[in-house]
């Protein structure tokens, strides 16, 4: 896998991270498009929180932070998912 763009410059507790996400996008991917929004891929399915769970890791991992840090706030059945830093 390659590594995510760093995202650490976002790192701030209580800040939220809006993402857009693409389940069972064929690999698990990051990207931020021109406007700076970030897109994530994610081969896991949306079914029982795995996707979730996997989008949750690879922007943890890009931001350079725990997962456990991240909380999701909202979309939990949505492509557009908004995570907190705690």
Same mark, same amino acid.
């Given at each position: ?7 650490? *410059? ?16 064929? /690999? *698990? ?21 795995r996707a979730?769970a996997a989008? /949750? ?5 890009a931001l ?15 492509? *557009? ?6």
């Open positions: 896998m390659s590594r995510p763009p760093d995202l650490s *410059d976002r790192v701030q507790p209580g800040a939220r991270i809006a993402v857009r996400v693409t389940p069972r996008g064929g /690999r *698990d991917a990051l990207t931020l498009d021109e406007a700076g929004g970030i897109h994530v891929r994610v081969t896991a399915a949306p079914e029982d929180g979730n989008v /949750r890791k690879l922007l943890a991992r350079g932070i725990a997962p456990s840090r991240l909380t999701l706030a909202g979309g939990a059945t949505s492509r *557009d998912k908004l995570f907190r830093i705690d």
